[in-house]
């Protein structure tokens, strides 16, 4: 019998888990994918909202403002890349001034700090390289950038080593109600590979949401997959812009964006579609044109031939238009966190904070819970030699010279680093797991070079053979045929 089961272990699922994780509690999270951060999470802006988008009074809005004020904190304490560089939303007709307007007194309202409308001459000082034609600009200070890959990865580590067991490779089927003689109501969750009871469950499914939560409840939800397409730049035209640029937002979206990474790369995107396939992930030469004609509206001269990669994500759009958090009113026990689009990067520290509290408050009716005392709050990432001072590098390549290898010539990755990568809690297991954790393979040549030897490394720590090896767990070997 489990107190909490999570559904989903994108950022959402791992800030739940993690908050959880300062309590006294029996707590598991389900996670189909083979790694944290395979889903949502795993594609989007990587953009620290400052949370002048949202309604005022609307759940988005109260969790990006909470999110946006947490974040520079935790990134210290779980040691994750986050910059808050600020941001600007363009306008580009006097017009449209009176809507840029209502975008600051809503960001007022939210409790936004240090909204100001900027006019042309001190724009093009601030920014160079925006276009002639911009008028004014909304500039957001508390904007910032992170990396969504390490900030989900980091939550997740930090919630295993305070107790959550996390069950990757493992995804939900069905969730009951079910009356357990001993614990009074609860539910039973059948899985892939079994059938588990607790107390209370925690719907943080992403695209998904909808129908675990149509299983339990009578007041259906519908979640449409909304899908953006981005061009990721290469690093040596990073420093382009500074802050990240918005364009007037619409009722798809945000818009076309174009912004630093907190990597040093420059990324433009999304578009805005709504598909029915929820693993939808394709990219389309039209979705890709439309992200670069859109982006060099907002900045002159966007240089053409230095996209690295491209990619598409999936946001789960709930028809409110709102994220929809809380126990469920006719499936007492069960918690929603579902339809976390925009600003849900932004927003996931708080959601955490805030479920695992109703959650606890809803377990300490029929149980005591304390919370413990021996609570890990911090967590090293892993060692970055390109980024160190180089007397600490030379320290800690004579302690393991696996850090002096490079594998990954274009983000100077060392073998040091996939070691630690594989071996940390919840450690990588393909190479897209240790490309997020590592970045090896994100660079110009995209793993031209390195995948071969980071398969090597895979193969040797894991004691698989090289065949069984895969880019993202499942069927995505990397090799095929020889001999069976």
Same mark, same amino acid.
């Given at each position: 019998?489990?107190? /909490?089961?999570?559904i989903?272990?994108?950022?959402?699922?791992?800030?739940?888990?993690?908050?959880?994780s300062r309590?006294?509690?029996k707590?598991a999270?389900?996670?189909?994918?083979e790694?944290v951060?395979?889903?949502?999470?795993?594609?989007?802006s990587?953009?620290?909202?400052?949370?002048?988008d949202?309604?005022?009074?609307?759940?988005k809005?109260?969790m990006?403002?909470r999110?946006s004020?947490?974040?520079e904190?935790l990134s210290r304490?779980?040691?994750?890349?986050?910059?808050?560089?600020?941001?600007?939303?363009?306008c580009f007709?006097?017009k %449209?001034?009176?809507?840029l307007?209502?975008?600051l007194?809503?960001?007022?309202?939210?409790?936004?700090?240090?909204?100001?409308i900027? !006019?042309?001459?001190?724009?093009?000082?601030?920014e160079p390289a925006?276009?002639e034609?911009? /008028?004014?600009?909304l500039?957001?200070p508390t904007?910032g950038i /992170?990396?969504p890959?390490?900030?989900?990865i980091?939550?997740?580590e930090?919630a /295993?080593?305070n107790g959550?067991?996390?069950?990757?490779? !493992?995804?939900?089927?069905t969730?009951?109600k079910? %009356?357990?003689?001993e614990?009074?109501?609860?539910?039973?969750?059948?899985?892939?590979?079994?059938?588990?009871e607790?107390?209370?469950?925690v719907n943080a499914a992403?695209?998904?949401?909808?129908?675990?939560h149509?299983q339990?409840s009578?007041e259906?939800?519908h979640?449409?997959?909304?899908k953006?397409?981005?061009?990721?730049m290469?690093?040596?035209?990073?420093?382009l812009?500074?802050?990240?640029i918005f364009?007037m937002p619409?009722?798809m979206?945000k818009?076309?964006?174009?912004?630093?990474?907190?990597?040093?790369n420059l990324?433009?995107g999304p578009?805005?579609? %709504?598909i029915?396939?929820?693993?939808?992930?394709?990219t389309t030469?039209?979705?890709?044109?439309?992200?670069l004609k859109k982006?060099?509206?907002?900045?002159?001269s966007?240089?053409?031939?230095?996209?690295?990669?491209?990619?598409?994500?999936l946001?789960?759009?709930?028809?409110? %238009?709102d994220?929809?958090?809380g126990?469920?009113?006719?499936?007492?026990?069960?918690?929603?966190?579902?339809?976390?689009?925009?600003p849900g990067?932004t927003?996931?520290?708080?959601i955490g904070?805030?479920m695992?509290?109703?959650v606890?408050?809803?377990?300490?009716?029929?149980?005591?819970?304390?919370e413990?005392?021996?609570?890990?709050e911090?967590?090293?990432d892993?060692?970055c030699?390109a980024?160190m001072d180089?007397?600490?590098?030379?320290?800690?390549?004579?302690?393991?010279p696996?850090?002096?290898?490079?594998?990954?010539r274009c983000?100077k990755?060392?073998?040091?680093?996939?070691?630690?990568a594989?071996?940390?809690?919840?450690?990588a297991?393909?190479?897209?797991g240790?490309k997020?954790?590592?970045r090896?393979?994100?660079?110009?040549?995209?793993a031209g070079?390195?995948?071969?030897?980071?398969?090597?490394i895979l193969?040797?720590?894991?004691?698989i053979?090289?065949?069984?090896?895969?880019?993202?767990g499942?069927d995505?070997?990397?090799?095929?045929?020889?001999?069976?």
């Amino acid at each position: 019998m489990y107190d /909490v089961l999570i559904i989903g272990g994108g950022v959402t699922g791992s800030a739940i888990a993690r908050e959880l994780s300062r309590y006294d509690l029996k707590t598991a999270l389900f996670e189909k994918g083979e790694d944290v951060c395979s889903g949502t999470s795993k594609a989007n802006s990587g953009i620290a909202h400052a949370g002048f988008d949202a309604a005022p009074g609307s759940w988005k809005a109260k969790m990006n403002i909470r999110g946006s004020r947490m974040l520079e904190e935790l990134s210290r304490k779980l040691d994750f890349p986050y910059k808050r560089n600020g941001s600007l939303v363009l306008c580009f007709d006097e017009k %449209d001034r009176p809507h840029l307007e209502k975008l600051l007194e809503q960001g007022k309202k939210n409790g936004v700090e240090g909204l100001e409308i900027l !006019e042309k001459k001190e724009l093009l000082a601030l920014e160079p390289a925006l276009s002639e034609a911009v /008028v004014c600009a909304l500039h957001a200070p508390t904007g910032g950038i /992170v990396c969504p890959f390490k900030l989900n990865i980091a939550l997740a580590e930090n919630a /295993v080593v305070n107790g959550v067991e996390f069950h990757l490779k !493992e995804g939900v089927l069905t969730v009951e109600k079910a %009356d357990f003689p001993e614990h009074a109501e609860g539910y039973r969750v059948v899985t892939e590979k079994g059938s588990y009871e607790t107390r209370t469950v925690v719907n943080a499914a992403g695209l998904y949401g909808d129908a675990f939560h149509n299983q339990v409840s009578g007041e259906k939800l519908h979640i449409t997959p909304r899908k953006g397409e981005y061009c990721l730049m290469d690093k040596k035209v990073g420093r382009l812009v500074s802050h990240t640029i918005f364009q007037m937002p619409t009722a798809m979206g945000k818009g076309v964006l174009v912004t630093p990474t907190v990597h040093g790369n420059l990324m433009v995107g999304p578009t805005a579609m %709504d598909i029915s396939d929820k693993e939808g992930v394709d990219t389309t030469a039209e979705g890709l044109d439309e992200v670069l004609k859109k982006a060099a509206l907002s900045v002159k001269s966007l240089p053409k031939g230095v996209t690295i990669t491209s990619f598409a994500g999936l946001r789960a759009h709930e028809d409110g %238009d709102d994220f929809i958090l809380g126990e469920v009113k006719d499936a007492p026990g069960f918690f929603d966190a579902v339809g976390i689009e925009s600003p849900g990067l932004t927003s996931a520290p708080a959601i955490g904070e805030w479920m695992a509290e109703r959650v606890v408050e809803k377990l300490r009716v029929t149980k005591k819970v304390e919370e413990k005392r021996d609570f890990q709050e911090t967590r090293k990432d892993i060692p970055c030699i390109a980024s160190m001072d180089p007397a600490e590098a030379a320290e800690l390549i004579a302690e393991n010279p696996a850090y002096g290898t490079v594998i990954c010539r274009c983000e100077k990755v060392t073998e040091g680093e996939i070691i630690d990568a594989i071996r940390r809690p919840l450690g990588a297991r393909s190479l897209d797991g240790i490309k997020r954790r590592t970045r090896a393979g994100m660079g110009r040549c995209q793993a031209g070079f390195c995948s071969t030897k980071v398969m090597e490394i895979l193969a040797r720590e894991l004691g698989i053979p090289l065949e069984e090896v895969t880019k993202a767990g499942g069927d995505s070997r990397m090799l095929t045929g020889g001999e069976r």
